[in-house]
């Protein structure tokens, strides 16, 4: 478990994979930005099994246990890319920025990399914020990158460096 101020990330087990499922099939969970998975919850489950240690998959949680979201890393390429998402309820509140600044802390103290990215719809603006807001760069738009619901999607590709880092934001050297 990963704690936070706010909320913890816990590491998704086979038991969440229906919740997941549900989420990634409903239109208000994926928003207008996050292409259309239309993932069966067996074709998640095949996924599932199949994981490498790049690629992890971690529910976002309040204190009180209920599960608002989903955050991951995985791999693009030789570098590692994080994603994220948030029940339409607790959006707003400032528990997925805090969710990734859990993410960066734990993979720059958990391995030996110099450097985390993300990308966004160039339209994403809470999606940037929230990378801004945890120390993320801007390097540029990957143009055409993405097609989705009829069309291809500009996308701003955004790192942080363990340079920029500097020191865990949120979670200690003995908690990860
Ligand atoms: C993107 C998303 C994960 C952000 O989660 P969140 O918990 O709402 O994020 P936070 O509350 O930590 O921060 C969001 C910031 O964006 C702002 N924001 C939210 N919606 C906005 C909008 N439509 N336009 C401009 N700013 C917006 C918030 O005010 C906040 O900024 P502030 O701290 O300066 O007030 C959430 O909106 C979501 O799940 N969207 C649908 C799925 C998605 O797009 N995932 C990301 C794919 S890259």
Do not use: D, E
């Given at each position: 478990m990963l704690e936070g101020k706010n909320v913890n990330l816990r590491v998704c087990e086979k038991e969440d994979l229906p919740l997941v499922a549900e989420w990634l099939n409903d239109l208000e969970f994926l928003g207008?930005?996050?292409?259309?998975?239309?993932?069966s919850k067996m074709k998640l489950e095949k996924r599932y099994d199949k994981l490498t240690p790049e690629e992890r998959w971690f529910i976002i949680e309040k204190k009180d246990g209920s599960k608002i979201g989903e955050i991951g890393h995985f791999p693009e390429g030789k570098l590692l890319a994080i994603a994220y998402s948030l029940i339409p309820s607790e959006r707003g509140k400032g528990y997925c920025t805090e969710a990734v600044k859990i993410m960066v802390d734990y993979l720059f103290l958990s391995r030996d990399i110099v450097r985390i990215q993300a990308h966004t719809d160039v339209r994403n603006v809470a999606s940037q914020k929230v990378l801004e807001k945890t120390g993320f760069k801007k390097e540029g738009t990957m143009r055409k990158y993405i097609f989705t619901r009829g069309e291809w999607r500009d996308e701003f590709l955004y790192s942080i460096l363990r340079e920029e880092w500097k020191e865990p934001k949120i979670l200690t050297k003995t908690t990860s």
């Open positions: 207008v930005f996050n292409p259309l998975i239309q993932q």
